[in-house]
């Protein structure tokens, strides 16, 4: 452990999401700085970037905004890999025990989130307004379409919209969420997944549930709380200053002042590239909450769930009390930190309760209600998801006999690393300028080096030329690696349906695993079986 703390103070004073290094290797375990600090020294470290750039050092490079997502550096203790599943051997469990049934690809990994069908347990999201998302969506909506799951239209999008039409204060007109919407629609197969709009308090103040509910005809609303990258409401740059000053005559919170003489001057001599356009925190009390669910209803929303971060555990149980008097239909954490846009890096890393020790609070809080026979929504975990064993152990770890209570997980960087990366690469294709190891491992055409090509065009036929190949890398990603990942893990735990996934089905690695979750260390589990089946 000592080895990981000195890591982690190392990053103090160097992060590679800020861009910033130190000029020798064994820093100070305290302040992260070199031991020797020198004043003829060409590297930046985060003291130095400081002094240059102020708050702009308080965010993921600021030049790679729009094409970038960024995540903690911190090594929190504990994560997935302390835990490991367990193999079958001597049954089958929801598929016929026979070698012809029972073979991976038969493994069901179809679940109901929220009254919501979905063909894995994932959902996408939460991409708002910051611009890698908008410049990625057609890939992200229509890949989630085609791989059966959500996708969720993230906060403030109508309110970033410049052609957004205003009535009052209100939005009566949004090309760009329209846009988002149909979308996600042009694929979709009208039962698995569906479009999801989230909601905040710009959005509320915006009037945003209305216009989508009557407007572009949406099933879910989603209200916003907050997320586990940051706790201070969304953020985005804004290369553009009319656009800054557009944006706080509707109501945001841009800095520096776009509307004063002297910021627009240093703009236009360069001093500084961007704008930043916050959001306001929401402060949530029950009765309230409670009207704006009855309200959301009686708008016509026919699902609503809701989104939250990893505040303190008193704020996670009063989540869950709120949640579970409104009955709403779905309940997302999301744990520390990684996020879509710009979060500020010291947040990502030293604020907010990690995945794993939030989602053993929020077991806790569902079993309390549970025992008390309280209400308890669908439960969706978010923070750091990027593969099947995570998504397997998230799920097994909630089963306390009655069958999941986390039903799915929520993907947000990782499905953009996948579209990106898909853009990428088809720009490359088309310029001639693939790596060379990559083109002779798999070919220089996108319709070789995607290996979902020749299914999807026998599905979709004519159609498929309207699949944008990042919707392609989103699909592949999703439905041929996680989704068959997860059925061999499935498959080689000898169950064939995510609901028979269970804590039994799990072993920890470490006695802070064990201490957190309760789940038992390797050489505990089935120890009484062992000595019942050999007492023969």
């Known amino acids: 452990m000592s080895e ?8 103090l004073n160097g992060k590679s999401t800020v861009g910033t290094s130190t000029r020798v290797k064994d ?17 930046l470290c985060e003291i130095s970037l400081s002094a240059f750039r102020g708050r702009e050092a308080l965010y993921p490079e600021p030049a790679q905004f729009g094409t970038s997502t960024a995540g903690a550096l911190k090594n929190f203790g504990l994560d997935w890999s302390h835990f490991s599943i367990q193999a079958g051997l001597f049954e089958a469990q929801g598929v016929a025990e026979t070698s012809e049934a029972a073979i991976f690809p038969n ?23 910051t611009e890698v998302a908008r410049v990625n969506w057609d890939g992200l909506a229509i ?30 007109h949004s090309p760009e969420l329209k846009r988002r919407v ?19 308090v710009e959005d509320q103040r915006l009037g945003i549930d209305s216009y989508a509910l009557s407007k572009l005809e949406v099933n879910v609303i989603e209200r916003k709380w907050g997320q586990g990258a940051k706790a201070i409401g969304g953020e985005v740059r804004l290369k553009n200053l009319e656009k800054a000053i557009l944006l706080k005559k509707r109501g945001y919170i841009v800095i520096p002042d776009p509307e004063d003489p002297v910021i627009q001057q240093a703009f236009k001599d360069g001093v500084f590239q961007t704008f930043e356009r916050h959001s306001r925190v929401g402060i949530p009390k029950e009765q309230g909450f409670l009207e704006d669910i009855d309200w959301l209803r009686k708008q016509g929303a026919k699902k609503i769930f809701l989104k939250t971060g990893a505040y303190r555990p008193s704020a996670v149980a009063y989540t869950m ?12 954490f999301d744990g520390a930190g990684g996020g879509t846009g710009m979060s500020p890096v010291p947040m990502m890393d030293e604020m907010s309760i990690p995945t794993l020790y939030l989602q053993a609070l929020v077991q806790r809080c569902a079993q309390i209600l549970k025992k008390k026979g309280k209400y308890v929504p669908d439960l969706v975990m978010a923070g750091g998801f990027i593969e099947e064993t995570s998504i397997f152990k998230t799920i097994a770890m909630s089963n306390y006999g009655e069958g999941p209570m986390v039903k799915a997980v929520l993907m947000g960087r990782s499905p953009i690393t996948a579209a990106m990366k898909a853009s990428y690469f088809k720009q490359l294709a088309t310029e001639g ?24 065009k026998a599905k979709y036929g004519a159609r498929f030329s309207e699949i944008p190949l990042e919707s392609i890398g989103v699909y592949t990603y ?3 690696r996680v989704g068959v990942g997860l059925k061999q893990l499935m498959a080689g735990n000898r169950k064939w349906n995510l609901s028979l996934l269970n804590r039994g089905d799990l072993m920890s690695l470490s006695e802070i695993a064990t201490k957190v979750t309760g789940i038992p260390l390797a050489d505990e589990v089935e120890k009484d079986a062992v000595e019942k089946i050999l007492d023969y």
């Open 4 to 11: 990981r703390v000195h890591k982690n103070s190392s990053y």
């Open 27 to 43: 820093t100070s375990t305290i302040s992260g700085m070199c031991p020797i600090c020198i004043r003829d020294c060409p590297v």
């Open 107 to 129: 493994a069901n990994t179809e679940v109901v989130v929220g009254g919501m069908p979905l063909k894995l347990p994932i959902l996408t999201g939460a991409f708002g307004s």
């Open 143 to 172: 890949g989630a379409a085609l791989s059966g799951v959500s996708v969720t239209i993230g906060e403030n999008i109508a309110g970033m919209d410049v052609e957004s039409q205003l009535t009052d204060g209100k939005i009566t």
């Open 182 to 200: 149909e979308s996600f629609r042009r694929f979709w197969d009208g039962k698995y997944g569906d479009v999801i709009i989230q909601t905040n």
């Open 321 to 332: 009390k709120f949640a579970s008097e409104a009955k709403i239909d779905a309940l997302s």
């Open 433 to 456: 300028k693939l790596p060379k190891a990559f083109v002779e491992k798999f070919g220089v055409t996108p319709d070789k080096f995607f290996i979902a090509t020749p299914e999807l």
């Open 478 to 480: 999703l439905t041929d």
